[in-house]
């Protein structure tokens, strides 16, 4: 959206902050007007009004905001003249105000919570939960995912919605950040089929995720906290169209034995890295992950875009390099070395 940049010039650091007091409440023309008036103290709504190209009813409205704010006070005189509140004051009054909105705010949620548990113990005994419509789906996994507190396990594996593979889940990167523990589990083919998920994947190893890739997972899966389930409703599904939420019971705990059986037996893409360990370029590093993910030689060649020929003599070399006879000893080594 376009900006208004009518009346005063602005400098480079005001414009980028123009917008901050929007969340004290104080819309874009009272904050024009407010600014003005730092800069031109006992202005005349007439004079605010010429200033900024604003009708007088609009700037005489903004004015009213600002006074009843506290930004703003007029004069005594046959004429109001308007004069600004400094603003480390002014302003923090209205931070002050707003902090204890939300101290409010964050009391009736506590409260809330009382009624959200009362509503889970009516409805024990429904242990899924049926989730319909693409929006209603990404919207209830995107809650499931901010809930977590602890930890987030996903098995990941086709069919996927889109030629292009898995999409990207940007908001891992908030979660990781927040101390959550993430360990996926990638289907090779997830790998062979997707040209960007293997940088997806990596992107998402640096940010601290516990990433291990298997030959063939049953299931697409989503656990949080080992206390919620998440599942499409068909196996084959290809699209969002519909999951389901599955809470404590017999099955959940299937599902972790499932996930825990499984997690034990990939081959991990993250490792403690040696203190003289030296890291790889980026394409060797890419090269490691497909060669750990399984992946055949020509199907690395197509998928980095190198010959045939080139891909033999990369993965030669990079075997002799880790000192390594098989590509799951190389897989090994480079994990240990932090390479994965």
């Known amino acids: 959206m376009a900006m208004d940049r009518t009346g ?26 407010y600014r ?13 009004a010429e200033t900024l190209e604003l009708p007088r009813p609009r700037a005489r409205r903004a004015l009213a905001v600002l006074e ?3 930004l703003v006070s007029r004069s005594t005189g046959s004429v109001a003249r308007f004069l600004p509140a400094a603003p480390d004051v002014g302003l923090e009054a209205l931070v002050r105000d707003k902090e204890a909105e939300l101290g409010r705010i964050r009391t009736l949620g506590a409260l809330l919570m009382d009624d959200y548990r009362d509503g889970l113990e009516a409805e024990r005994n429904e242990l899924c939960e049926i989730v319909t419509g693409s929006e209603a789906v990404l919207r209830r996994f995107d809650q499931l995912q901010r809930s977590a507190t602890s930890e987030i396990q996903v098995l990941d594996t086709p069919p996927y919605s889109g030629p292009r593979g898995p999409r990207s889940n940007d908001l891992e990167f908030e979660i990781l950040a927040r101390g959550v523990t993430c360990k996926a589990i990638y289907d090779r083919a997830a790998l062979e089929r997707s040209p960007l998920a293997t940088d997806a994947i990596l992107g998402y190893v640096e940010a601290g995720e516990q990433a291990r890739v298997t030959s063939r997972l049953p ?13 499409p409703q068909s196996l084959n599904q290809r699209d969002v169209s519909g999951a389901i939420v599955v809470h404590p019971c017999s099955l959940l705990d299937v599902l972790l034995y499932v996930f825990d059986e499984l997690w034990e ?5 993250t490792a403690p890295a040696e203190p003289d360990a030296v890291a790889p370029g980026p394409d060797d ?18 998928h980095l875009d190198w ?12 075997l002799e390099e880790l000192g390594a006879e098989t ?13 994965l």
Not at 36 to 48: F, K, M
Request: hydrophobic share 50%; charged share 25%.
């Open 8 to 33: 005063l010039p602005v400098d480079a650091d005001a414009d980028a902050d123009s917008v901050a007091l929007g969340v004290l409440g104080i819309g874009s023309v009272e904050e024009r007007v």
């Open 36 to 48: 003005t008036l730092l800069r031109l103290p006992g202005s005349t709504t007439t004079e605010l």
């Open 68 to 70: 009843h704010a506290g």
């Open 219 to 231: 299931l697409k899966l989503a656990t949080f906290d080992r206390k919620l389930a998440f599942v």
């Open 265 to 269: 037996r990939a081959t991990p893409l």
């Open 285 to 302: 590093r890419r090269l490691l992950a497909l060669l750990a993910s399984g992946m055949k030689d020509q199907a690395i060649a197509n």
């Open 307 to 318: 010959s045939y020929r080139t891909t033999r003599r990369r993965i030669a070399a990079l």
């Open 327 to 339: 590509r799951f000893q190389a897989g090994l080594a480079a994990a240990r070395r932090g390479w």
